[in-house]
């Protein structure tokens, strides 16, 4: 059983900043990449940024200036820093861990509310 734990949400202004940290539990052999996406009201859940077990990053165009991606691998453990925040950037951020042994599958958080007031 493996259980991730999102913090750090909450409301900001614009021009604000966040951090947002995933804690991943339970029985975890090896992980490929963890990372961000988020979800707005009436839309569809999309990639915010990834990290892979090499530190590769990957992250949604927009975002690529202001978020950084990063991980403690010795505490299975992903945050995402989040400045200069948009009112756009309002949504329910969701950590995803994947993994690649013993089998490949995905895990999902319960989501955290970030809201950046105009």
């Known amino acids: 059983q493996v259980q991730l734990v999102e913090s750090g949400g909450g409301l900001v202004q614009t021009g604000g900043s966040l951090r947002l940290s995933c804690a991943a539990s339970?029985?975890?052999?090896?992980?490929?990449?963890m990372g961000w996406y988020r979800q707005a009201p009436g839309k569809q859940r999309e990639l915010v940024a990834t990290?892979?077990?090499?530190?590769?990053?990957t992250y949604k165009e927009s975002v690529k200036s202001r978020f950084t991606i990063s991980r403690d691998s010795a505490k299975n453990t992903v945050s995402l820093l989040m400045n200069s925040l948009k009112p756009e950037d309002t949504a329910t951020y969701f950590c995803?861990?994947?993994?690649?042994?013993?089998?490949?599958?995905?895990?999902w958080g319960q989501g955290t509310q970030v809201t950046v007031s105009s």
């Open positions: 995803k861990l994947y993994i690649d042994y013993p089998r490949m599958f995905e895990y």
């Open positions: 339970g029985s975890i052999f090896r992980i490929k990449n």
């Open positions: 990290i892979t077990r090499d530190d590769t990053t």
